[in-house]
Nanobody, 123 residues
């Protein structure tokens, strides 16, 4: 059974940083594409970033490019999202998703996600 557990969220000031983690189990993490999506208050799911199994390719939404970095540790079945220079518009619940490198709109909900971790950016 696929299990994804996100952690690392919290309150950050604009310009601050947070590092999200996602512990994965129940599937072959090292051979799976992985990604992050987020959901802002009152909004639908938004794709944030994706990474292929060997970390050779990483993809970012334009809104986070240059500020966020996705990475993974296949030995420990863990996905990360380093978020720097945070902005108020980054406030959302962040979810990691299995078998996802990119999604758009409603299709983002089709992917297995964890329970999410809340990120709030506010002064």
């Amino acid at each position: 059974d696929v299990q994804l557990v996100e952690s690392g969220g919290g309150l950050a000031q604009p310009g601050g940083s947070l590092r999200l983690s996602c512990a994965a189990s129940g599937f072959s993490f090292s051979t799976s594409e992985m990604g992050w999506v987020r959901q802002a208050p009152g909004e639908g799911l938004e794709w944030v970033s994706g990474i292929n199994p060997d970390s050779g390719n990483k993809y970012y939404a334009q809104s986070v490019k240059g500020r966020f970095t996705i990475s993974r540790d296949n030995a420990n079945n863990t996905l990360y999202l380093q978020m720097n220079n945070l902005k108020s518009e980054d406030t959302a619940i962040y979810y990691c998703a299995a078998d996802l490198v990119y999604c758009r709109g409603d299709e983002c909900a089709d992917y297995k996600r964890g329970q999410g971790t809340q990120v709030t950016v506010s002064s």
